[in-house]
């Protein structure tokens, strides 16, 4: 094996289960908190989720329950690729899709460090919408993800580029949009955020 690869290769292969994450956000007065999927459990959400219209026009990923555990199936049997559930007050609300960028996708479209992170995210309860819960899930979902790993430097990720709305929220919490670049399925941005410009790190 290439030694330069060998690192990232363990990290790969370490998937975490469970909770991930967890901490108290003063401003909302609600506990925040990251766990990885569980199919059983959580495929009738995933699957009204991504059925709703909003989250839909993003994702293009409406389907049955069946055709929903195919999806999920197959996240969770990619080795760079996990699924997480976003709760506040250990209600499940948003969906995320965690990966090592420079085994996804959208590696060929920037240079990609070894243990870049990237992210998907959706919102899928319209109750816990808004500036203040995303700021707080945000925050939340890099720090976990920049503690989970010491070598990370970068977070990325590629929202649809008409997207302006969540453009500006990563805005705000550090991202910055490097460029548009074509998918086959959509024009997506590219939003990076370093390390160094993240700011305290919100421990769990």
Known sequence: MNMTTAPLTAAIDRKPQGELYRRYDEQLGLWMSLRTLDIEQDLARFNRWQNSARVAHFWQEQ?????HREYLQKIS????????IGCLNDEPFAYYEVYWAAHDRIAPFYPAAEFDRGIHMLV?????????KVDCWLRSLVSWLLLDESRTTRVVAEPRADNDKMIGYMTSVGFRKHKEFDFPHKRAALMVLERDDFGPLLAG
């Open 77 to 84: 049997d990619t080795p760079h690729i996990f699924s997480v």
């Open 63 to 67: 389907g049955t329950l069946e055709e």
């Open 124 to 132: 899928g309860e319209e109750h816990h919408r808004g500036p203040a």
